[in-house]
């Protein structure tokens, strides 16, 4: 069975410059998770769907930051303009969600490493 | 709010050493708690969990046990190998399933051999 399938895997732009992640979750996991990763920190949840629903974007930041998860597969994470701070390894995440019950477990990407200059 | 604290690392051992890496916890409510891993230029993987108190979570020789009255589930290996150097993270997750995870800093482990 495939994995989260993340790409691209490295990304290196200047500032101000736009950028987008894409992300495919493992076959039929319905509920789908993008986390920023700091440098020696732990991942932190910026948005999380249930199909094509948005259900917890409270960590987005809005201003910048947008997602999309057309048809309830794909998603792509868009920062538009980045900012040095942005610098972070970004990761898509999916599982079965409530579908799961109390076994549902979250299956990680390899996470795209971005570089802001 | 809800958060987790993971002893700092790096933590550096040789071969066939006994590894504890310290993980508490602060919840609201009765989470599940977490073991991932991550090996270099890999994604995290789930190593563990427990669901309820005074569970145990095990797997490739890893253990952890959720203590409810101190708070913790510390992770444990009776003997590390070379391979088991990666980077470990502990987390909890307050809805039914793994909805919403919550996670420590991580903590670094290197096995010499």
């Known amino acids: 069975e495939a994995g989260v399938v993340q790409s691209p895997r490295y990304k290196i732009i200047e500032k101000k410059q736009p950028v987008a992640f894409w992300c495919n979750p493992i076959?039929?996991?319905?509920?789908l998770y993008w986390y920023r990763q700091n440098l020696g920190q732990g991942p932190e949840l910026l948005i999380r769907?249930?199909?094509?629903?948005?259900?917890?974007d409270s960590q987005l930041p809005k201003d910048r930051f947008s997602a999309e998860r057309l048809k309830g597969v794909d998603s792509t994470l868009k920062i538009q303009p980045a900012e040095l701070g942005d610098s972070a390894v970004y990761l898509c995440?999916?599982?079965?969600?409530?579908?799961?019950?109390?076994?549902?477990?979250?299956?990680f990407g390899p996470g795209t490493r971005l570089t802001v200059l | 709010g809800d958060s987790v604290t993971q002893m700092e690392g790096p933590v550096t051992l040789s071969e066939e050493a006994f590894l504890t890496i310290n993980c508490t916890y602060t919840?609201?409510?009765?989470?599940?708690l977490f073991w991932y891993v991550q090996y270099p230029g890999e994604g995290l993987q789930l190593l563990l969990k427990?669901?309820?108190?005074?569970d145990k979570g095990s797997n490739k020789g890893f253990e952890a046990t959720y203590r409810k009255e101190t708070t913790s589930f510390h992770l444990e290996k009776g003997s590390v190998q070379v391979s088991d150097s990666a980077v470990y993270f502990c987390a909890l997750s307050v809805s039914q399933g793994a909805q919403k995870l919550v996670f420590g800093q991580g903590t670094r482990l290197t096995i010499n051999p």
């Open positions: 919840a609201t409510g009765y989470p599940s």
């Open positions: 076959s039929g996991h319905n509920t």
């Open positions: 769907y249930e199909n094509e629903e948005a259900v917890d």
């Open positions: 427990a669901t309820k108190a005074d």
């Open positions: 995440a999916s599982s079965l969600g409530v579908l799961g019950g109390s076994t549902d477990t979250q299956y």
